[in-house]
């Protein structure tokens, strides 16, 4: 048996559900049949690991130890104790993904980012590695830190829930490592925070995160297509810019593959660099192709189709923005609709504890295509969550979530539904984190109302956020300036742009002193104010503006940032010259979008410059050319955004206008009748989308269309 053992908590339920949260693999069977027996013990077994030198613990009850105290899970010895690196003997330990049998783990192949790591650990109190599941990060870090730091503390928190106890076990050690493996799971309500960070002065922070996660944090993802930042994801976004980040690639380079061919005689590694350029040698040690084709061949009639829904619901739970897992019950409730889509009786499903069996099996003895057990839930194996071809998550999904989730749950839901245009979802999600009492829901919540399309409304809402945070904070706190931002933005949505370009200058006299001069927050509140002056009725004055903000964007972004792209966008819209020309430089424009990492064709700011394209091809009189623009643009923004975001519904009265303009009266009126029942319902009365919609369909009667009804 293990010198360093999982502490129990008196329960057995307990010791086992946390043997879950840290290992993967099937060598801890014969351990899960102590605690359960039947089918469930191979179930267990596929989701823990025996652990040569610790397993986790459940966070001892308060008053059993000094660093007990805390609800949540933190990893610990046999003793209670907080292990030192130098006793980390396992890297499943850490969070990696287990290779496949023998139950050794294969040899450490030093990767081509780690001396950047190591320098970068020279520099740096926080250190974040980025890259697609299954790259090797968590091994990465492992081996690093373990050599560098071998007589620090590894503390290692296992939930959000348990953060807080984490942070205060690091704070107070001389020499610790905070060990925050899927950081994402450690951010949003309730998670770590710049306060937190500040609070370990001796400590290091090292972290991982999957890229897709990085990059709905990252600067580059903000949410205005005129370049507001995102509000709502601001403190996580500081956060993790104060991370030195190390990227990670998921295809090994030629170096690498070469110092594993050294290691060839260990059939794992052999078999992975057999596998060729396709994966990783890390992705295949893990045997995510493996699961993959798995989960795909268990639709098949007569296989595991209703195992494959089980895992379907639980990647969806995931993409959903739930950070937590999910209990057996809610996907038992959950996976029927996709099992019903598929064909349901006829791809003769298994029963649902065999269908659970499959589905937690191990591949090769390494993960399954969930994780956990019983006592701690289940979740996906992550490496399924970015697998092509997945759409939207279902309606069926989301809701039967938001009845059962907490409010922290439905807060960070409610962020990834804003971040993906799902607005009606968001507004829904954050009210419920709001009314449940999540601190900085409000504010989010503020902004997906006026998103949604009840501008006023929103407008409202921010001014009494503002008062109290001014109250609470003082006027120039950052806090209250980005609710001050938010208020203007909303002002000028709801039609006094004006108003809403001296409420942003009065607002960049602030910001630039208080943030500095190429802050984000410095740099959007410019652009707003250049737009918004813009709309008000001077063009010339917001493209001086703006030529002077592309400068700065250029300097201290680069000419590749989403920002870029739209201060380019909107100073080819507000500067007055030749509009052949204009097209000109928007064409080459969308094709940079198109082509760029991270935006692509689906990208709010690639849509942006198609429909400014589109609007000068009806200026320029090109009537046939811009209907079918706009037509195009409207499907892709529905299937992007879903058909209530106000971004399809101007879509589609733009489509009309220029129907009408080739006097097609009558499909005029049928694309703006269909939209105008359905915006009524969602837009707050008065929008103007909604006077637009209702002044072209008085054309269309003119006509002898289909009129008003």
């Known amino acids: 048996m293990s010198a360093l053992l999982l502490r129990g908590t008196g329960r057995a339920r307990g010791w086992v559900a946390y043997l879950g949260a840290v290992g993967l693999g099937a060598g801890a069977v014969a351990l899960a049949t102590v605690w359960t027996s039947g089918p469930w013990a191979a179930g267990i077994g596929a989701a823990v690991t025996t652990l040569s030198g610790l397993a986790a613990e459940r966070m001892r009850p308060p008053g059993e130890g000094s660093d007990a105290g805390a609800a949540g899970e933190?990893?610990?010895?046999?003793?209670?104790?907080?292990?030192?690196?130098?006793?980390?003997?396992?890297?499943?330990?850490?969070?990696?993904?287990?290779?496949?049998?023998?139950?050794?783990?294969?040899?450490?192949?030093?990767?081509?980012?780690?001396?950047e790591l190591r320098a970068a650990l020279e520099r740096a109190r926080f250190v974040l590695v980025v890259g697609e599941s299954t790259a090797g990060k968590t091994r990465l870090a492992y081996e690093v830190v373990r050599t560098r730091y071998p007589g620090h503390a590894f503390v290692r928190p296992l939930s959000r829930a348990a953060l807080p106890e984490a942070v205060r076990i690091a704070a107070r050690r001389r020499r610790a490592v905070l060990w925050l493996d899927d950081l994402e799971d450690h951010l949003g309500a309730g998670g770590l925070s710049s306060v937190q960070l500040a609070s370990l002065r001796t400590a290091v922070v090292i972290a991982t995160m999957r890229v897709q996660e990085y990059r709905r944090y990252d600067a580059r993802e903000e949410s205005r297509l005129t370049g507001s930042d995102r509000d709502a994801w601001r403190a996580q976004r500081d956060l993790l810019q104060q991370a030195a980040v190390i990227r990670l690639p998921r295809h090994w380079s030629g170096g690498e593959r070469r110092r594993a061919a050294a290691h060839r005689g260990d059939p794992r590694i052999g078999a992975a660099l057999r596998a060729g350029e396709r994966f990783g040698v890390a992705e295949v040690l893990a045997a995510g192709p493996e699961l993959l084709a798995s989960w795909e061949n268990g639709w098949a009639p007569g296989a595991n189709?209703?195992?494959?829904?089980?895992?379907?619901?639980?990647?969806?739970?995931?993409?959903?923005?739930?950070?937590r897992p999910v209990s057996r019950e809610w996907l038992r409730e959950l996976h029927t609709p996709y099992l019903a889509a598929r064909g349901g009786g006829d791809l003769q499903p298994e029963p649902f504890a065999e269908a659970m069996?499959?589905?937690?099996?191990?591949?090769?003895?390494?993960?399954?295509?969930?994780?956990?057990?019983?006592?701690?839930?289940?979740?996906?194996?992550?490496?399924?969550?970015?697998?092509?071809?997945?759409?939207?998550v279902p309606d069926h999904l989301w809701h039967g979530l938001l009845v059962r989730v907490e409010p922290a749950?439905?807060?960070?839901?409610?962020?990834?539904?804003?971040?993906?245009?799902?607005?009606?979802?968001?507004?829904?999600?954050?009210?419920?984190?709001?009314?449940?009492?999540v601190s900085g829901a409000e504010l989010p919540l503020a902004i997906a109302v006026g998103d949604s399309g009840r501008p006023r409304r929103a407008a409202a809402d921010l001014a009494a956020i503002a008062r109290r945070r001014t109250g609470r904070l003082g006027p120039r706190h950052p806090d209250t300036l980005a609710a001050r931002h938010q208020l203007a933005?909303?002002?000028?949505?709801?039609?006094?742009?004006?108003?809403?370009?001296?409420?942003?200058?009065?607002?960049?006299?602030?910001?630039r002193e208080v943030l500095g001069p190429d802050h984000?927050?410095?740099?959007?509140?410019?652009?707003?104010?250049?737009?918004?002056?813009?709309?008000?009725?001077?063009?010339?004055?917001?493209?001086?503006?703006?030529?002077a903000l592309l400068a700065d964007r250029l300097r201290v972004h680069g000419p590749g940032h989403p920002q870029v792209l739209a201060t380019r966008r909107s100073l080819i819209w507000f500067r007055p010259g030749d509009p052949a020309g204009a097209e000109r430089e928007l064409a080459l424009l969308l094709a940079e979008a198109e082509a760029a990492e991270g935006i692509g064709p689906d990208?709010?700011?690639?849509?942006?410059?198609?429909?400014?394209?589109?609007?000068?091809?009806?200026?320029?009189?090109?009537?046939?050319?811009?209907?079918?623009?706009?037509?195009?643009?409207?499907?892709?923004?529905?299937?992007?955004?879903?058909?209530?975001?106000?971004?399809?519904?101007?879509?589609?009265?733009?489509?009309?206008r220029a129907l009408l303009a080739q006097d097609r009266a009558l499909e005029a009126g049928a694309v703006l009748t269909g939209a105008l029942a359905r915006a009524e319902s969602v837009l707050e009365p008065g929008h103007r989308h909604l006077r637009t919609a209702r002044e072209l369909l008085a054309r269309v009667a003119g006509r002898g269309g289909a009129g008003p009804q």
């Open 489 to 511: 933005f909303f002002v000028g949505e709801s039609g006094n742009h004006r108003a809403a370009a001296a409420r942003f200058a009065e607002l960049l006299e602030d910001v």
């Open 520 to 547: 984000p927050d410095t740099l959007a509140a410019r652009h707003q104010l250049a737009y918004s002056t813009g709309e008000a009725g001077d063009p010339r004055a917001a493209a001086s503006q703006l030529e």
């Open 305 to 323: 189709p209703r195992g494959a829904a089980v895992v379907a619901a639980a990647v969806d739970c995931r993409r959903a923005g739930l950070r």
């Open 74 to 115: 933190v990893l610990r010895t046999e003793r209670g104790r907080i292990p030192l690196l130098r006793h980390l003997d396992r890297p499943e330990l850490a969070g990696a993904h287990p290779a496949e049998a023998p139950a050794t783990p294969p040899a450490y192949i030093e990767r081509d980012a780690e001396p």
């Open 409 to 437: 749950d439905a807060y960070d839901m409610g962020l990834v539904a804003h971040q993906e245009g799902r607005l009606a979802r968001a507004v829904e999600a954050l009210d419920l984190a709001a009314r449940g009492g």
């Open 357 to 392: 069996d499959w589905a937690c099996a191990a591949a090769y003895a390494t993960s399954g295509l969930l994780i956990g057990n019983y006592g701690a839930g289940f979740t996906a194996f992550d490496y399924l969550l970015n697998a092509p071809g997945h759409g939207p």
């Open 603 to 656: 990208d709010p700011h690639t849509l942006a410059v198609r429909g400014s394209l589109a609007a000068l091809a009806a200026r320029a009189g090109r009537t046939a050319e811009a209907a079918g623009a706009w037509a195009e643009l409207t499907a892709d923004r529905t299937r992007a955004l879903g058909e209530d975001h106000p971004h399809v519904f101007y879509s589609r009265l733009e489509w009309a």
